[in-house]
Nanobody, 115 residues
Framework: QVQLVESGGGLVQAGGSLRLSCAAS????????MGWHYQAPGKQREWVAT???????YYADSVKGRFTISRDNAKNTVYLQMNSLKPEDTAVYYC?????????WGQGTQVTVSS
């Protein structure tokens, strides 16, 4: 089992920045990859970024050049640095972890970008 606790969401003006954090606990030695998804109101959850245990990083086209995913292995924490935020980035952001073939989700943190 892996437990995830997210933090860092909030309200920001367009063009601003936020950093999300997600701390993992439990069976953390079995984690293969960590990442972020978002879900806008009335829409399906969409993938944002992934970082693997080997350090490979992948981004959705919509956030390339604006968002940066990183991982602090000592703190078992994954981060999402979001720059140049747009109103269309408004959503609930969810951290996820893949471990031993299972996907675990955080509780979500709201990000609101005002125009």
């Amino acid at each position: 089992q892996v437990q995830l606790v997210e933090s860092g969401g909030g309200l920001v003006q367009a063009g601003g920045s936020l950093r999300l954090s997600c701390a993992a606990s439990g069976s953390i030695s079995s984690i293969n990859a960590m990442g972020w998804h978002y879900q806008a109101p009335g829409k399906q959850r969409e993938w944002v970024a992934t970082i693997t245990s080997g350090g490979s990083i992948y981004y959705a086209d919509s956030v390339k050049g604006r968002f940066t995913i990183s991982r602090d292995n000592a703190k078992n924490t994954v981060y999402l640095q979001m720059n140049s935020l747009k109103p269309e980035d408004t959503a609930v952001y969810y951290c996820n972890v893949i471990a031993l073939g299972r996907t675990y989700w955080g509780q979500g943190t709201q990000v609101t970008v005002s125009s």
